[in-house]
């Protein structure tokens, strides 16, 4: 076991400080954020929505014709 000395109390006391420091710069900080509107915010997950629905056609689409000319065409050619 580690004995305990004088330096570890001051530690502990200098780490909530520091923690409580932080908490309330954060606070602060949040305080200053310019939050999206409901509109804003139901636009921009519409607008995500839309993106990930079409690239993942483009990407299946890829795979699709990625495996249809390397497994495929490919088996043709060297049977």
Request: no cysteine; glycine share 6%.
């Amino acid at each position: 076991m580690e004995a305990v000395t004088a330096e570890r109390p001051a530690a502990l006391v200098r780490w909530g400080r520091q923690a409580s420091e932080f908490l309330a710069s954060v606070r602060t900080e949040m305080g200053r954020v310019t939050w999206p509107t409901r509109d804003e915010l139901i636009k921009a997950t519409r607008m995500i929505l839309i993106l990930a629905v079409v690239l993942g056609f483009v990407i299946g689409m890829l795979d699709l014709l990625l495996n249809l000319v390397l497994v495929e065409w490919l088996a043709r050619l060297t049977a």
